[in-house]
T-cell receptor, first 108, second 118 residues
Framework: GEDVEQSLFLSVREGDSSVINCTYT??????LYWYKQEPGAGLQLLTY?????DMKQDQRLTVLLNKKDKHLSLRIADTQTGDSAIYFC????????FGAGTTVTVRA | GAVVSQHPSWVICKSGTSVKIECRSL??????MFWYRQFPKQSLMLMAT?????????EQGVEKDKFLINHASLTLSTLTVTSAHPEDSSFYIC??????????????FGPGTRLTVT
């Protein structure tokens, strides 16, 4: 089976960078994803990375993948109050497997 | 971008009744749709995968007779919770995979349906 683990909480000051970490166990993952979920809503795909890539940057978001250590991270630059949400890491072989989610709280 | 809708967004029903939740892909064709269940402050748990025109594949531990899935067309899948009980109360989220093109890697998620069984 696939296991995806994330830290559960992160508190960050507005304007600082946020870094959310994730580890996974399935070495045959083809894609890895970061989703954002706001209260009472579904999941919004933020970004993804192919398993043969090391890094991907998309505006304020930077994804780093260490395939050897099976470690994925999401960095949000200049964190804003609107970034407060739950962030899910997910990996996909033939189906998506999600981590438990990291609740990010942005304080003024 | 691709949009997935769910209806209803929330529903309250009495114990013993059945509830149907619809999932539609609005601007793309979805050969595969997924149904997830999410408990408060927990992750999404895949319940079943449905392919258009064929029977759904259920994950281990999910009762297929209780959670009926019908993927009748390339844009519609339904989940029926039969003889609902309070323990079925949860947030149900559907997801659809685009039929093709460069976005085949991506699953698009619906906004979720909050089911409360009293």
């Amino acid at each position: 089976g696939e296991d995806v683990e994330q830290s559960l909480f992160l508190s960050v000051r507005e304007g600082d960078s946020s870094v959310i970490n994730c580890t996974y166990t399935d070495s045959s993952s083809t894609y890895l994803y970061w989703y954002k979920q706001e209260p009472g809503a579904g999941l919004q795909l933020l970004t993804y990375i192919f398993s043969n890539m090391d890094m991907k940057q998309d505006q304020r978001l930077t994804v780093l993948l260490n395939k050897k250590d099976k470690h994925l991270s999401l960095r949000i630059a200049d964190t804003q109050t609107g970034d407060s949400a739950i962030y899910f890491c997910a990996e996909r072989d033939y189906k998506l497997s999600f981590g438990a989610g990291t609740t990010v709280t942005v304080r003024a | 971008g691709a949009v997935v809708s769910q209806h209803p967004s929330w529903v309250i029903c009495k114990s013993g009744t059945s509830v149907k939740i619809e999932c539609r892909s609005l601007d793309f064709q979805a050969t595969t749709m997924f149904w997830y269940r999410q408990f408060p402050k927990q992750s999404l748990m895949l319940m079943a995968t449905s392919n258009e025109g064929s029977k759904a594949t259920y994950e281990q531990g999910v009762e297929k007779d209780k959670f009926l899935i019908n993927h009748a067309s390339l844009t519609l899948s339904t989940l029926t919770v039969t003889s609902a009980h309070p323990e079925d109360s949860s947030f149900y989220i559907c997801s659809a995979r685009d039929r093709g093109g460069d976005s085949s890697y991506e699953q698009y998620f619906g906004p979720g349906t909050r089911l409360t069984v009293t």
